[in-house]
């Protein structure tokens, strides 16, 4: 028999909010959001817990958030500096176990089932990480621990801001049971309303489908749903995997049905697209649009180019504003039927990866595209 694993979820509290809450004191204490301008179209990319309190979040327009509260500290995004912080968290996390996956510039997974200390308990070392990121950062993080990355990544979101949730191996069915849908790692708005609508209100709900009904209404993934139910996740770790594609992508409820609202999103995705490039330092040469209409039709467009997707001169923080990808990204969109459907999801992907090590950077022209599918 296996030993049972252990698996560890860190999410820094509210990253790049805290980060400049921490260095700029006049920023304490009061409702922030990283990047974005209420004056111009753009997204929030962080928001720290006062700017959450009035129901501002991460994607969010900025003009929507300024709404929201109308005395909104708008701060422009250091990226190099939240990067900078990452690495330190990340040799923090390295003194423990070489088994770390990063998801992102704020949080990773860690197998602590067998490491460096020969330490038994997943909890102390949680507990540990945390207080060695706050004493050598000034920032505070929250973390799940459970025997999957499934339920470890859903603990670390249950006792936030500076939290550390457990969810033992003998509790971990009956914590699934009880959960609500929507706080399933997995389980996004669109998702959640459609499962709803077919009585599906919890774990336990989710756990009386058979597989071939899950997989009937929401494809492949209705295999993943049938696991979790049952608080099983068997997805390996990956801490030296190779990606072949970095994408994002965003379901809305309701539905976009005017080209503005679907070009401010598009921006938002690919705000949170660049974003990821940015926590993997790697940029790509295809970026591929997807929608999915109202009536659930699905296209994509792509469009490969002869250089890698990077910013324009004089660009020192990775914007959509100045982005070479989401000018491509417009032009992509631009040959849909969005003046004539409604929109429910758009999403981007960068393919054709490589390491961001290139010093010099590239205009945007047509003399670039190499090909387009569709």
């Known amino acids: 028999m296996s030993a049972v694993r252990k698996i560890i979820h860190v999410d820094m509290d509210a990253f790049y909010a805290s980060v400049e809450q921490r260095d700029e004191p006049r920023y304490r204490g009061k409702p922030i959001v990283v990047g974005g301008s209420p004056n111009k179209r753009g997204a929030v990319a962080a928001a720290s817990y006062e700017a959450r309190r009035y129901g501002i979040h991460s994607a969010m327009p900025s003009r929507t958030a300024h709404q929201k509260c109308p005395h909104l500290i708008f701060v422009k995004p250091r990226f190099e500096v939240y990067r900078r912080i990452s690495l330190q968290i990340r040799e923090i996390f390295y003194r423990y176990t070489d088994w770390v996956e990063p998801l992102a510039l704020d949080e990773a997974y860690l197998d602590v089932t067998q490491n460096k200390f020969d330490i038994p308990?997943?909890?102390?070392?949680?507990?540990?990480?945390?207080?060695?990121?706050?004493?050598?950062?000034?920032?505070?993080?929250?973390?799940?621990?459970?025997?999957?990355?499934?339920?470890?990544?859903?603990?670390?979101?249950?006792?936030?801001?500076?939290?550390?949730?457990?969810?033992?191996?003998?509790?971990?069915?009956?914590?699934?049971?009880?959960?609500?849908?929507e706080q399933f790692y997995g389980v996004g708005q669109v998702t959640a309303a459609k499962m709803h609508k077919l009585g599906i209100q919890t774990g336990a709900d989710l756990k009386q489908w058979s597989l071939r009904d899950l997989v009937h209404h929401f494809g492949k993934v209705g295999q993943y749903y049938y696991k979790i139910a049952r608080a099983e996740d068997d997805r390996p770790g990956q801490p030296n995997r190779i990606r072949k594609s970095i994408g994002a992508e965003i379901s809305y409820d309701p539905d976009l049905d005017s080209r503005a609202e679907i070009e401010t999103a598009l921006e938002e995705v690919a705000e949170t697209l660049l974003r990821r490039l940015d926590s993997q330092q790697a940029t790509g040469r295809t970026l591929t649009l997807k929608v999915k209409y109202a009536d659930y039709q699905q296209i994509t467009r792509s469009r490969t180019l002869l250089v890698p997707i990077q910013e324009r001169p004089g660009t020192d923080a990775r914007s959509p504003a100045g982005s070479i990808l989401l000018a491509v990204a417009q032009e992509l969109l631009a040959t849909t039927a969005i003046e004539e459907k409604a929109v429910r999801l758009l999403g981007l992907t960068v393919s054709n990866l490589m390491g961001e090590t290139q010093e010099q950077f590239v205009q945007l022209c047509l003399s670039l595209y190499a090909n387009e599918e569709q």
């Open 121 to 181: 308990s997943a909890t102390w070392i949680a507990q540990t990480i945390k207080q060695e990121i706050y004493e050598e950062t000034g920032l505070t993080a929250s973390a799940g621990v459970s025997i999957n990355k499934f339920l470890a990544k859903v603990a670390s979101g249950m006792d936030k801001p500076n939290g550390l949730f457990i969810i033992p191996p003998e509790e971990a069915i009956a914590f699934v049971e009880q959960l609500p849908i």
